[in-house]
Structure formats: structure tokens, C-alpha cells
């Protein structure tokens, strides 16, 4: 390609970024103006005075901190349940030798197709009787169960993939099982395994129908939360709704600036060829 | 080694806890769900009375909501399927042809709106599409097209397709990611060759990229045509259906039977036909797209 077609492109790339990328920067831009700002004619507006009070009040009466450790702690423990419960069935569909590996399987399989929408009458009625709704396990049982399926459906697919003269050296060196799947078998799909983690995170961090349906106790709530109570309680204070969408937004990108490599490499070698 | 893989323990200790849980939280419910679908329309927990198919009938033959959203679902997928597919192959395409340090920063930006909570990604383009303080109308006015205003989400006739927008905003990067993954798994040499042979540009790609990604377009378009089925926080925070049905979605449609009309059983029969569809999509996509693969 010639250094011109490639300036061109680059600058295409660019102005799409930005078109892209307009209703976050307007975003910002509007959560640092007043109210009666927000009806001037111009598209983005300079703040002539910067209003950090919208931010004051989407921490205090967003009640971020609150609903950030309820997320990251509803998040964390999903993550791991689905890492462990997804590389093990991802092992015995693999490499384990059973009869009804293949119905299973399908069943497994099945929950990617099954929309969680279907479900959440039924479960709203069931957890309601076992006395789960408004428990931290009244979401990380559901979280889990869906992103089961999909880490086994990656896990699967990458699996196949390594060699099983690996395992064999490991047993001829005296390892059981429980070693091989967890010493040498977890390192080897890690890059996987760092999808799975990430695609979890993305799905559980921003869910919100079923945390909804599900939790109406204030102290159990999770970040979106932060979002809906203020289009309530502020329904016409814009700026600091704008504040709390800022503030809700800001870790999932950063987790995402972290691991964006990682994501990316991990659809190239589980999701794709999987 | 045969030892270690028939293991009859390890592979219960494996398979049990991720089966059990897979089974109470989505196949209990399931049948749960089928056994109230047959009961008249009371709240959860209620004794009602057994009424036999007639949610189903009801369904299926009086009730154009259901019909209108599947329509809608169909029309979505459509619109991902013929919009936001093509471009993100072609961005794809592009992002790849760059390549060094600028391949990763916009590829790294174009992902950006996929980590943004749903949340978030509604109330921000309620506001933006708002027809008095939003940037979408303010930007026609500044363009002098100002005769186009509109109140995006609130017109019957402009709803669904400011729906797609929004949903292809919010979901380009995933396409995009996976497209761009499917083209690193082509071999370079392939491409020396055609060039050899004398093919260049939009020629090269139509006759070599778009065959040898058609294992991912496969995929993709399945995956377009369940994500349109299973719609739903977008529409239930932004336009809850409305207006007058225009977004209606079978997920919104079940939810506020079940919770804003407390019609339970017939919520319920949603829930099962729900599920018989997306399987059922799921299904024919995968034929139907199996059986054209071939052809190349």
C-alpha cells in the first residue's frame, strides 16, 4: 500500500473514531454543564462553568461506592464459579470417555440458544420460594448459568486444540487428574480462558434485567442501579444524570483498556476456530 | 492414559455441579414455565385454574402483538444481517489492510460502546434522540435541515429504525472483532497469488476474503438473527415497546404481561413459544446457511 491510500485511510479511520465516539464525548460535555444549558442550540457547548456538583451528587446520591462493591463483588465471584465449572466440563467433553457425553454436551449447548428472558419468570417464582431474591447468590446463580455455556462452548473449542501427548508425559510423571486439569491443562488455555473472564465480566458488570427483577433490597444493588435511581429522583437535573452515567461507565472501560489485547487474541484463537 | 480418562469420579466430580446448576437455574424453569402456560392469568404462586391450550390458541390466533413482534425480530436481524454485517466486514478489511500501531488503536476504539452498560447506552441516546435538548436534532438544525427534526423514539414510524441505529451502535465492535479475528486466520499467501494471478483490490477481496470468511459470516449471521429474537433492555428502558407497538419484542411483551399486567400464564406462554422460536431460528439459520457455504 502507498504512503498516500494510507494517510487516507488513516484519516477515514479517524473521522469515523470520532462519529463513533460523539454521543460518549457529548456525554461528558453535557455532565459538566447546568440544567439550563442544556436547551442552548449548539451541539457541544464549552462549560463556562464547570459543574462538579453533578459529579458530588451522582457519587453521594448515585450511591456509587455502595453499588460499585455489590457489582464487583457479584462480578468476581461469577467469574471464578464460571472459570472452574466451564474448564471442567470443557475437560471431561474433551478428553473424558462417557456415555452420555454427547447429550450433555447438546444440553450444555443449548443454553446459548435459550434466551435468559425466558427464564426469569419461572426463576423470579422459584427464588422468591427458596427466599433467593435479595441475596448476592439470587444473582450469582444465574449469572453463572448463563455464562457457563458459553465459556464451555470457548473452552471446548480450544481444548481440542492441544496436543495430548502433554497429559500423557504428565501421567507417565505420576500426576492424577485433578493435577492435569488444573497444572498443566488451566495454564495451556489461558488465552481462553482470559475471553471467558472478559466476556463474563462484560456480560455480569452491565446486566441489568435480571438484577432488577430480582433484587429490590437498596444495600444489594449493582451499578446500573446508579443509572435508574437517578432517572427518578432527578428526572429533570440532566447534568448529574449525565455525571452517573460517566462515573458507571468509566471501570468497565478501563478493564476493557487493560485487557483489550487479550480479548482480542482470545476470539482469534477460541471463538473463532471453536 | 485410558485409566486416567475413564475416571468415573473425576468426570461426575467435572460434570455434576455445572449440569445441576445449568439444570435449576434453566431447565426447572422451563418445565415450570410450560406447567403455568396452562393455567389462567394469575400472579406467581397463585392457585389457578387449568385452562388447557388456550393461552397458546389465544397466542397464536387472536394476538397480532405477538405476531408484530416477531415481525419486528425479523426485521431487526435483517437490518444487522444487511447493515451492520457488511460494514463491519469491510472496516474489518480496512482495519487489517492498515496495520502497525493504528490497526490496534481504532480497533481498540471501536469496541469502545461494547463495554458500556446497557444502562447507560439507553439513557444516553434517549437524551441524544430527546427532541428538545438532543444533540441528534440540534445537528440537523446546524446542517440547515432542520425540516427533519423529529422526535426519533416517540414517532411509530421512525422508533424501529432509530431502534437498529442505536443497536448497531452499541454492537458494531463485537461484529467487527470477530470479522477482523476471521481475517487473521486467512494465510498471507493466498493473496500474493491472486495478486500474481492479476486480482486487486475490491476484486481480491470479494473473490478471496469473503469465501474463506464465510465459516465466520455463517456464525455471524446466526448470532445477528438471536440477537434480534432476544431484544430487550435497549427497548425496555428506552421506548418499552412503544409507540403503539411500533418496538414491541417478544421479551418486552412477555416481561410486562407478567410484571405491569400480571397476566402470569399467558406471560409464560410467551415464554415457551419464545424459546421454541429461537431454537427454532437457531435451527434453519444453521441449515440454510450451512447449505449456501457449500456453494463457494
Same mark, same amino acid.
Given at each position: 500500500?502507498?504512503?498516500?491510500?494510507?494517510?487516507?485511510?488513516?484519516?477515514?479511520?479517524?473521522?469515523?473514531?470520532?462519529?463513533?465516539l460523539?454521543p460518549l464525548i457529548w456525554l461528558i460535555d453535557f455532565s459538566f454543564l447546568s440544567s439550563?444549558e442544556f436547551?442552548?442550540?449548539?451541539?457541544?457547548?464549552?462549560p463556562?462553568d464547570p459543574q462538579w456538583q453533578n459529579y458530588i451528587n451522582a457519587w453521594v446520591d448515585g450511591k456509587f461506592l455502595r453499588y460499585f462493591i455489590n457489582s464487583a463483588f457479584v462480578t468476581s465471584v461469577t467469574i471464578l464459579?464460571?472459570?472452574?465449572?466451564?474448564?471442567?466440563?470443557?475437560?471431561?467433553?474433551?478428553?473424558?470417555?462417557?456415555?452420555?457425553?454427547?447429550?450433555?454436551?447438546?444440553?450444555?449447548?443449548?443454553?446459548?440458544?435459550?434466551?435468559?428472558?425466558?427464564?426469569?419468570?419461572?426463576?423470579?417464582?422459584?427464588?422468591?420460594?427458596?427466599?433467593?431474591t435479595n441475596s448476592y447468590l439470587g444473582l450469582i446463580?444465574p449469572y453463572?448459568?448463563?455464562?457457563?455455556?458459553?465459556?464451555? @462452548?470457548?473452552?471446548?473449542?480450544?481444548?481440542?486444540?492441544?496436543?495430548?501427548?502433554?497429559?500423557?508425559?504428565?501421567?507417565?510423571?505420576?500426576?492424577?487428574?485433578?493435577?492435569?486439569? @488444573?497444572?498443566?491443562?488451566?495454564?495451556?488455555?489461558?488465552?481462553?480462558?482470559?475471553?471467558?473472564i472478559v466476556t463474563t465480566f462484560l456480560n455480569c458488570w452491565n446486566e441489568f434485567i435480571m438484577a432488577s427483577t430480582f433484587l429490590s433490597k437498596d444495600a444489594l444493588k449493582t451499578l446500573p442501579f446508579s443509572v435508574m435511581n437517578f432517572a427518578g429522583q432527578y428526572s429533570s437535573d440532566y447534568g448529574s444524570q449525565f455525571a452517573v452515567m460517566v462515573l458507571t461507565s468509566i471501570p468497565a472501560i478501563v478493564i476493557y483498556a487493560i485487557f483489550n489485547?487479550?480479548?482480542?487474541?482470545?476470539?482469534?484463537?477460541?471463538?473463532?476456530?471453536? | 492414559?485410558?485409566?486416567?480418562?475413564?475416571?468415573?469420579?473425576?468426570?461426575?466430580?467435572?460434570?455434576?455441579?455445572? +449440569?445441576?446448576?445449568?439444570?435449576?437455574?434453566?431447565?426447572?424453569?422451563?418445565?415450570?414455565?410450560?406447567?403455568?402456560?396452562?393455567?389462567?392469568?394469575?400472579?406467581?404462586?397463585?392457585?389457578?385454574?387449568?385452562?388447557?391450550?388456550?393461552?397458546?390458541?389465544?397466542?397464536?390466533?387472536?394476538?397480532?402483538?405477538?405476531?408484530?413482534?416477531?415481525?419486528?425480530?425479523?426485521?431487526?436481524?435483517?437490518?444487522?444481517?444487511?447493515?451492520?454485517?457488511?460494514?463491519?466486514?469491510?472496516?474489518?478489511?480496512?482495519?487489517?489492510?492498515?496495520?502497525?500501531?493504528?490497526?490496534?488503536?481504532?480497533?481498540?476504539?471501536?469496541f469502545i460502546p461494547c463495554v458500556i452498560s446497557v444502562v447507560v447506552i439507553s439513557k444516553m441516546w434517549l437524551s441524544l434522540?430527546d427532541?428538545?435538548f438532543?444533540?441528534?436534532?440540534?445537528?440537523?438544525?446546524?446542517?440547515?435541515?432542520?425540516?427533519?427534526?423529529?422526535?426519533?423514539?416517540?414517532?411509530?414510524?421512525?422508533?424501529?429504525?432509530?431502534?437498529?441505529?442505536?443497536? +448497531?451502535?452499541a454492537?458494531?465492535?463485537?461484529?467487527?472483532?470477530?470479522?477482523?479475528?476471521?481475517?487473521?486466520?486467512?494465510?498471507?499467501?493466498?493473496?500474493?497469488?491472486?495478486?500474481?494471478?492479476?486480482?486487486?483490490?475490491?476484486?481480491?477481496?470479494?473473490?478471496?476474503?469473503?469465501?474463506?470468511?464465510?465459516?465466520?459470516?455463517?456464525?455471524?449471521?446466526?448470532?445477528?438473527?438471536?440477537?434480534?429474537?432476544?431484544?430487550?433492555e435497549t427497548?425496555f428502558l428506552t421506548?418499552?415497546?412503544?409507540?403503539?407497538?411500533?418496538?414491541?419484542?417478544?421479551?418486552?411483551?412477555?416481561?410486562?404481561?407478567?410484571?405491569?399486567?400480571?397476566?402470569?400464564?399467558?406471560?409464560?406462554? +410467551?415464554?415457551?413459544?419464545?424459546?421454541?422460536?429461537?431454537?427454532?431460528?437457531?435451527?434453519?439459520?444453521?441449515?440454510?446457511?450451512?447449505?449456501?457455504?457449500?456453494?463457494?
Amino acid at each position: 500500500m502507498t504512503k498516500s491510500t494510507k494517510t487516507i485511510l488513516w484519516v477515514f479511520f479517524l473521522i469515523v473514531a470520532l462519529v463513533q465516539l460523539f454521543p460518549l464525548i457529548w456525554l461528558i460535555d453535557f455532565s459538566f454543564l447546568s440544567s439550563n444549558e442544556f436547551y442552548s442550540s449548539s451541539v457541544l457547548k464549552w462549560p463556562s462553568d464547570p459543574q462538579w456538583q453533578n459529579y458530588i451528587n451522582a457519587w453521594v446520591d448515585g450511591k456509587f461506592l455502595r453499588y460499585f462493591i455489590n457489582s464487583a463483588f457479584v462480578t468476581s465471584v461469577t467469574i471464578l464459579l464460571t472459570v472452574i465449572l466451564s474448564l471442567t466440563l470443557g475437560y471431561a467433553f474433551t478428553r473424558m470417555q462417557w456415555k452420555l457425553r454427547p447429550i450433555f454436551f447438546t444440553i450444555i449447548l443449548l443454553g446459548i440458544m435459550i434466551p435468559i428472558h425466558a427464564t426469569l419468570l419461572p426463576n423470579f417464582a422459584i427464588f422468591k420460594a427458596l427466599g433467593l431474591t435479595n441475596s448476592y447468590l439470587g444473582l450469582i446463580l444465574p449469572y453463572t448459568a448463563v455464562s457457563v455455556p458459553l465459556g464451555t @462452548f470457548i473452552l471446548t473449542g480450544f481444548m481440542r486444540s492441544i496436543p495430548r501427548a502433554m497429559e500423557e508425559s504428565a501421567v507417565v510423571d505420576g500426576a492424577n487428574i485433578y493435577r492435569i486439569v @488444573f497444572q498443566i491443562i488451566a495454564p495451556l488455555t489461558a488465552p481462553a480462558l482470559v475471553t471467558v473472564i472478559v466476556t463474563t465480566f462484560l456480560n455480569c458488570w452491565n446486566e441489568f434485567i435480571m438484577a432488577s427483577t430480582f433484587l429490590s433490597k437498596d444495600a444489594l444493588k449493582t451499578l446500573p442501579f446508579s443509572v435508574m435511581n437517578f432517572a427518578g429522583q432527578y428526572s429533570s437535573d440532566y447534568g448529574s444524570q449525565f455525571a452517573v452515567m460517566v462515573l458507571t461507565s468509566i471501570p468497565a472501560i478501563v478493564i476493557y483498556a487493560i485487557f483489550n489485547e487479550q480479548i482480542t487474541k482470545g476470539v482469534t484463537a477460541g471463538a473463532v476456530k471453536g | 492414559m485410558q485409566k486416567v480418562f475413564n475416571n468415573k469420579m473425576a468426570i461426575f466430580l467435572f460434570v455434576f455441579p455445572g +449440569i445441576l446448576l445449568f439444570a435449576l437455574t434453566f431447565l426447572v424453569p422451563i418445565v415450570l414455565s410450560a406447567y403455568y402456560s396452562f393455567r389462567d392469568t394469575l400472579s406467581p404462586g397463585t392457585p389457578s385454574a387449568f385452562i388447557g391450550f388456550a393461552n397458546y390458541t389465544e397466542l397464536l390466533f387472536h394476538d397480532s402483538r405477538f405476531w408484530l413482534a416477531l415481525r419486528n425480530a425479523v426485521l431487526l436481524g435483517l437490518g444487522f444481517i444487511l447493515i451492520q454485517h457488511p460494514i463491519a466486514i469491510f472496516f474489518a478489511i480496512m482495519l487489517d489492510r492498515l496495520g502497525g500501531k493504528a490497526e490496534k488503536w481504532f480497533r481498540t476504539i471501536f469496541f469502545i460502546p461494547c463495554v458500556i452498560s446497557v444502562v447507560v447506552i439507553s439513557k444516553m441516546w434517549l437524551s441524544l434522540l430527546d427532541p428538545t435538548f438532543g444533540a441528534f436534532n440540534k445537528m440537523l438544525d446546524s446542517l440547515g435541515l432542520g425540516m427533519l427534526k423529529h422526535a426519533w423514539l416517540g414517532d411509530s414510524s421512525t422508533a424501529l429504525i432509530s431502534m437498529l441505529f442505536i443497536l +448497531i451502535w452499541a454492537g458494531f465492535g463485537w461484529g467487527l472483532l470477530f470479522y477482523y479475528a476471521g481475517l487473521k486466520g486467512i494465510p498471507d499467501d493466498l493473496y500474493e497469488a491472486a495478486s500474481l494471478d492479476g486480482a486487486s483490490g475490491f476484486r481480491l477481496h470479494w473473490r478471496i476474503t469473503v469465501p474463506l470468511l464465510s465459516p465466520v459470516i455463517t456464525v455471524q449471521i446466526t448470532l445477528a438473527m438471536i440477537t434480534a429474537l432476544k431484544q430487550m433492555e435497549t427497548v425496555f428502558l428506552t421506548t418499552n415497546g412503544g409507540p403503539g407497538d411500533s418496538t414491541q419484542f417478544l421479551a418486552v411483551y412477555l416481561y410486562n404481561k407478567a410484571f405491569s399486567a400480571s397476566q402470569y400464564g399467558y406471560a409464560n406462554a +410467551i415464554s415457551i413459544l419464545f424459546i421454541i422460536v429461537c431454537l427454532l431460528a437457531t435451527y434453519l439459520s444453521n441449515k440454510l446457511t450451512r447449505s449456501d457455504a457449500t456453494e463457494f
